[in-house]
Each structure stands twice: as C-alpha cells, then as structure tokens.
C-alpha cells in the first residue's frame, strides 16, 4: 500500500494569512504516460462528510474557491490557502488513487489564530 | 444534483454482520462515468478506503477487509450496499458512502460523499 503522511499535524494561522499543508507518499503517484499526479485534497469540517477541494494534485473542483491551490509531483505535494477564512477551519486530507488500496493522509487541522 | 444517502443499523453485536445501503438519487448508479465506494472514519480518526463497485457488479475491497467485506449493487433500486461480517469494536465508525469519478477508464478523486452514518459495535 502507498502511506501518505502529512505535515504539520495541526497548524494555526491568523485571519487573510496563508496556510500551507504538505503531503508525502511513499512512491509516486505520477503516472507517466499521462504526466498526471493521481493525488487528492479533500476538507472536512466537524460532523461533515469529506468535500473534495483538489484532483490532479492542482485541479480545482468546481465552486472551490481560488484561495485553494493544490501543487507538487512525484512524492510531494502542497496544499495552499493563500488568505484563510473563518470558515476554512476543518481537518484537511490528502489521498492517492495512483493505485489501490486508495489511501489517505492522516489529516491536518487548521485552526484560527 | 445528484445526492447519496446511507442507511442502516446504528448498533450492531460483536461477531455479527454490520449492514448499510447507500441510496443514490438525482442520478443514476449505473452511469458508466463513475464507481461507487464506502469509507470509514473511526472516532475521532483519520479515514479508511474500504472498497467500491461498478454498476456492472465488479468490485474492489482493501486486503485488510477483504476476508470479511461483501459490496453489492441494485440497479432497480440504484442502491449500493456494504456487509461487514464478524464485526468487533475495532469496526465502530461513521461510514461513508461515496462517488468515484472514472476519467479515461482510470480511477480519479471520490467527488461526491453521503452524509455518513456511525455505527457503534457493541454488545
């Protein structure tokens, strides 16, 4: 199985600052015939299922806003806010479906400063 | 829009089998475009891929799970559901039904969730 670990656990950023998640897999999620990065973000908020923000490593999903930016290739990936909001605060997740089983990253907690 | 909603028992016995049924609607199950999963999330943990079907009825389950796990799908009644046999404390969690989004025949990110439902094991 691909494990994916994430960093920081938690983190906690002031109102319009950015903040920024890492996400590591133990081997490659790019595929190269396609040159695309089989990796995922997702946020969930407390009693609320998982809401995809990014596919494709940068892709936005539609109605994300713009502040969520998804970058990286190979084994490293970042997730962005560039100006967090109040209502950003969740648990944020990346996954690989490079191959199953798909796998999750543990989380990181976002929290106001 | 198309929505999923999960159903089933909320407290399941030691040893028995855990049963839920994802109820799709605004859209069809058997759109060739997607694959159709369950995830787990334990109390206060991170989340679990448990496996996902195609209309067709071809599955996928995690090893960890697969000894135990049985994903059937009902076009009529454009359900999907998930058995969990033998189930212990260990499988206390809110399970989520998902939409797995196919591009290119390839498997691409779980786009649409259900709202979950928990499911304590406890005799």
């Known amino acids: 199985d691909i494990v994916m670990t994430q960093s920081p656990d938690s983190l906690t950023v002031s109102l319009g600052e950015r903040a920024t998640i890492n996400c590591k897999s133990s081997q490659s999620v790019l595929y190269n015939s396609n040159n695309k990065n089989y990796l995922a973000w997702y946020q969930q908020k407390p009693g609320q299922p998982p809401k995809l923000l990014i596919y494709w490593a940068s892709t936005r999903e539609s109605g994300v806003p713009d502040r969520f930016s998804g970058s990286g290739s190979g084994t490293d990936f970042t997730l962005t806010i560039s100006s967090l909001q109040a209502e950003d605060v969740a648990v944020y997740y990346c996954?690989?479906?490079?191959?199953?089983?798909?796998?999750f990253g543990p989380g990181t907690k976002v929290d106001i400063k | 829009q198309l929505q999923l909603q999960e159903s089933g028992p909320g407290l399941v016995k030691p040893s028995e089998t855990l049963s839920l049924t994802c109820t799709v609607s605004?859209?069809?199950?058997?759109?060739?475009?997607?694959?159709w999963g369950w995830v787990r999330q334990p109390p206060g943990k991170g989340l679990e891929y448990i496996g996902n079907i195609y209309y067709s009825g071809s599955t996928y389950y995690t090893p960890s799970l697969k000894s135990r796990v049985t994903i059937s799908v009902d076009t009529s009644k454009n359900q999907f559901s998930l058995q969990l046999r033998s189930v212990t404390a260990a499988d206390t969690a809110v399970y989520y039904c998902?939409?797995?989004?196919?591009?290119?025949?390839?498997?691409?990110?779980?786009?649409?969730w259900g709202q979950g439902t928990v499911v304590i094991v406890s005799s």
């Open positions: 996954q690989q479906y490079y191959s199953a089983p798909f796998t």
């Open positions: 998902a939409r797995v989004r196919i591009t290119a025949t390839v498997y691409d990110a779980f786009d649409i």
């Open positions: 605004g859209g069809s199950i058997s759109n060739s475009s997607y694959y």
